[in-house]
């Protein structure tokens, strides 16, 4: 069953001034007191003992925050803040009474959290949108370009020859037509710093729908140029190094009232890369639950608008970052049992243009898989918009939120539509994720290592010498071909979907597969020699790439 792809489409709303990012950024300031004040009021809803406690913590962790981890992008002033807060929180919580404690927490909470909101909250701006769109063009015209092209005397190739590179396959036509009738929220897998930046650039160059605002880490905006341009392209602010409460629900806030706007948002709910390879089987509630918020703030207001939940699978033949995020997911899992392995045994100038000449040459291209459209509590929605049941017939999701006929607030219950939506995003990921060459020999390879050498110590297995593993073309192919077979039952199952590569000549398919894994790194995770040996230089990313098809059963059969 050969997939379709998505052809460039044109853009569902031509003129930038009236996507939604851009209506909500117009007003910045205000939005930014909005998130404010929403977050305030929640957090005041505690007692005055709880909240001077959710205060004195926020203080406490920040403080080791500024000495343990510092940042340039921090302010000068964040310490003496913080020594402030402390300070006026002694001072006003003893022998008061429970009123004026609330009155004193009020004060010194709306300081912390305007703070909050204000290196929270994004922008966009029209005319550097417009730049970056030119720009990424360009970059990504050098990222992508092939050998071919080269070969023909052109450095940049044409657009046609980079969107052969961006690969859009799934529900984009459900996609383009709820980006007309609700507030679409893109939940995609995330495996690269890239990540951000691609799919922005997919979904305008390809699916052709709005920007959305989206959550950028901090550090990113360590460096001036980047966050420059990250300020005014929707991203808002991320600190990952703040972990308390005020801060995440001033967070929470900020994606709860910009959902409700209407503005369309995108954010990645495993929280970070996946540092193993996996895909992702445990997702973050916190952002994800501020959807169901939003859709059951909506209803009460009696507004028709819908936020629906698209998620999206992203597939890379190799991941820059790989070697890094192996290890640290090692030595996170391992503890004394890790030995972390070099990053890059040589870099030298030689190595350095090796690199870069194959990168910009012979990069592979990347895949997007749009999974089937859902509500806020995991249902699937059709074409117009419309909650379907499990026997696709059209549903209220009113009822999913009332009480008696009336639409209410309920935390308890919405926490479990939440989880709900999560296993939903899970099962989407592994249906909708699509195998692509280099997945299928990484894991086929990695297999016949653990048969070889069985023990259940795998950081043992990693340590092992690379030398002495080696594997005759004809008896991987066997191999291959087993996985294959079982490959083709899931897909039959609609469990999984296939690359064109993977129905390929089975040694074709090695080869293609071993070519593009082995693109960038200096190591090779695997080769092919000339005495059509099957090798591996690097066990450590020859289990990371393997780690894409771990969660599917296969089994190897000799």
Same mark, same amino acid.
Not at 69 to 76: A, Y
């Given at each position: 069953?050969?997939?379709?792809?998505?052809?460039?489409?044109?853009?569902?709303?031509?003129?930038?001034?009236?996507?939604?990012?851009?209506?909500? /950024?117009?007003?910045? %300031?205000? *939005?930014?007191?909005?998130?404010?004040?929403?977050?305030? =009021? $929640? +957090?005041?809803k505690d007692t005055p003992e709880n909240v001077s406690h959710k205060i004195a913590r926020a203080a406490y962790l920040e403080t080791l925050r500024i000495k343990d981890e510092p940042w340039k992008v921090d302010p000068e002033d964040e310490m003496s803040f913080w020594r402030k807060v402390r300070k006026n929180l002694a001072r006003h919580s003893l022998g008061n009474s429970p009123e004026e404690m609330a009155v004193s927490n009020e004060?010194?909470?709306?300081?912390?959290?305007?703070?909050?909101?204000?290196?929270?909250?994004?922008?966009?701006?029209?005319?550097?949108?417009?730049?970056?769109?030119?720009?990424?063009?360009?970059?990504?015209?050098?990222?992508? =370009?092939?050998?071919? !092209?080269?070969?023909?005397?052109?450095?940049?190739? =044409?657009?046609?020859?980079?969107?052969?590179?961006?690969?859009?396959?799934?529900?984009?036509?459900?996609?383009?037509?709820?980006?007309?009738?609700?507030?679409?929220?893109?939940?995609?897998?995330?495996?690269?710093?890239?990540?951000?930046?691609?799919?922005?650039?997919?979904?305008?160059?390809?699916?052709?729908?709005?920007? *959305?605002?989206?959550?950028?880490?901090?550090?990113?905006?360590?460096?001036?140029?980047?966050?420059?341009?990250?300020?005014?392209?929707?991203?808002?602010?991320?600190?990952?190094?703040?972990?308390?409460?005020? /801060?995440?629900?001033?967070?929470?806030?900020?994606?709860?009232?910009?959902?409700?706007?209407?503005? =369309?948002?995108?954010?990645?709910?495993?929280?970070?890369?996946?540092?193993?390879?996996?895909?992702?089987?445990?997702?973050?509630?916190?952002?994800?639950?501020?959807?169901?918020?939003?859709?059951?703030?909506?209803?009460?207001?009696?507004?028709?608008?819908?936020?629906?939940?698209?998620?999206?699978?992203?597939?890379?033949?190799?991941?820059?970052?790989?070697?890094?995020?192996?290890?640290?997911?090692?030595?996170?899992?391992?503890?004394?049992?890790?030995?972390?392995?070099?990053?890059?045994?040589?870099?030298?100038?030689?190595?350095?243009?090796?690199?870069?000449? &194959?990168?910009?040459?012979?990069?592979? %291209?990347?895949?997007?898989?749009?999974?089937?459209?859902?509500?806020?509590?995991?249902?699937?929605?059709?074409?117009?918009?419309?909650?379907?049941? !499990?026997?696709?017939?059209?549903?209220?999701?009113?009822?999913?939120?009332?009480?008696?006929?009336?639409?209410?607030?309920?935390?308890?219950?919405? &926490? %479990?539509?939440?989880? $709900?939506?999560?296993?939903?995003i899970v099962e989407s990921y592994h249906r909708d994720n699509i195998v692509l060459s280099s997945h299928l020999v990484a894991f086929s390879a990695f297999l016949v290592l653990r048969h070889e050498n069985p023990t259940p110590d795998l950081y043992g297995l990693l340590r092992l010498p690379v030398n002495d593993f080696e594997i005759p073309l004809d008896e991987f192919v066997k191999v291959v071909d087993g996985i294959k077979k079982q490959?083709?039952?899931?897909?039959?199952?609609?469990?999984?979907?296939?690359? #064109?590569?993977?129905?390929?000549?089975?040694?074709?398919? +090695?080869? #293609?597969?071993?070519?593009?894994?082995?693109?960038?790194?200096?190591?090779?995770?695997?080769?092919? !020699?000339?005495?059509?040996?099957?090798?591996? &230089? #690097?066990?450590?990313?020859?289990? /990371? /790439?393997?780690?894409?098809?771990?969660?599917?059963?296969?089994?190897?059969?000799?």
């Amino acid at each position: 069953m050969s997939l379709k792809r998505t052809e460039v489409q044109e853009h569902v709303i031509p003129d930038i001034h009236e996507w939604p990012v851009n209506k909500l /950024y117009k007003r910045k %300031e205000e *939005f930014a007191r909005e998130v404010s004040e929403f977050t305030i =009021n $929640r +957090i005041m809803k505690d007692t005055p003992e709880n909240v001077s406690h959710k205060i004195a913590r926020a203080a406490y962790l920040e403080t080791l925050r500024i000495k343990d981890e510092p940042w340039k992008v921090d302010p000068e002033d964040e310490m003496s803040f913080w020594r402030k807060v402390r300070k006026n929180l002694a001072r006003h919580s003893l022998g008061n009474s429970p009123e004026e404690m609330a009155v004193s927490n009020e004060k010194i909470l709306r300081k912390i959290v305007d703070r909050y909101s204000e290196e929270i909250v994004g922008g966009f701006k029209v005319s550097t949108f417009k730049f970056a769109r030119r720009f990424l063009t360009l970059f990504f015209k050098i990222i992508f =370009n092939t050998a071919w !092209s080269l070969g023909k005397g052109r450095l940049f190739g =044409n657009r046609k020859e980079l969107q052969e590179r961006i690969k859009v396959y799934g529900h984009t036509e459900e996609l383009r037509s709820l980006m007309q009738k609700g507030t679409v929220v893109i939940v995609p897998t995330h495996f690269s710093n890239l990540d951000s930046i691609i799919v922005g650039y997919a979904l305008d160059a390809v699916i052709g729908v709005p920007s *959305f605002t989206y959550g950028a880490g901090l550090n990113l905006f360590n460096h001036k140029l980047v966050g420059y341009y990250m300020s005014r392209l929707g991203a808002y602010r991320v600190d990952r190094r703040k972990k308390n409460k005020i /801060y995440l629900e001033t967070l929470k806030g900020m994606s709860n009232l910009a959902i409700r706007r209407g503005t =369309n948002c995108l954010f990645f709910p495993g929280g970070t890369r996946a540092r193993s390879g996996k895909l992702e089987t445990k997702l973050k509630l916190g952002l994800l639950g501020t959807a169901v918020e939003a859709q059951r703030s909506l209803l009460e207001k009696d507004f028709e608008r819908k936020v629906y939940i698209v998620p999206m699978v992203i597939g890379y033949h190799f991941v820059l970052e790989a070697k890094s995020l192996i290890n640290q997911h090692l030595k996170k899992t391992g503890e004394e049992l890790f030995i972390p392995s070099k990053l890059d045994e040589s870099r030298s100038i030689f190595k350095i243009i090796k690199f870069a000449w &194959q990168y910009f040459s012979r990069s592979s %291209e990347i895949t997007f898989s749009i999974g089937r459209p859902l509500d806020v509590v995991g249902n699937f929605v059709d074409k117009e918009g419309n909650s379907l049941d !499990s026997q696709g017939n059209p549903l209220d999701i009113t009822g999913y939120f009332s009480w008696d006929g009336k639409v209410e607030q309920n935390l308890q219950r919405e &926490q %479990e539509y939440t989880r $709900r939506l999560a296993q939903k995003i899970v099962e989407s990921y592994h249906r909708d994720n699509i195998v692509l060459s280099s997945h299928l020999v990484a894991f086929s390879a990695f297999l016949v290592l653990r048969h070889e050498n069985p023990t259940p110590d795998l950081y043992g297995l990693l340590r092992l010498p690379v030398n002495d593993f080696e594997i005759p073309l004809d008896e991987f192919v066997k191999v291959v071909d087993g996985i294959k077979k079982q490959l083709f039952e899931l897909e039959k199952k609609n469990k999984i979907k296939l690359s #064109d590569e993977i129905r390929w000549d089975t040694i074709k398919l +090695i080869k #293609d597969g071993i070519e593009n894994i082995g693109l960038y790194h200096s190591k090779n995770p695997l080769g092919l !020699s000339k005495e059509n040996m099957i090798y591996s &230089q #690097d066990f450590y990313l020859l289990y /990371y /790439y393997h780690n894409k098809l771990v969660n599917f059963g296969l089994k190897l059969k000799l």
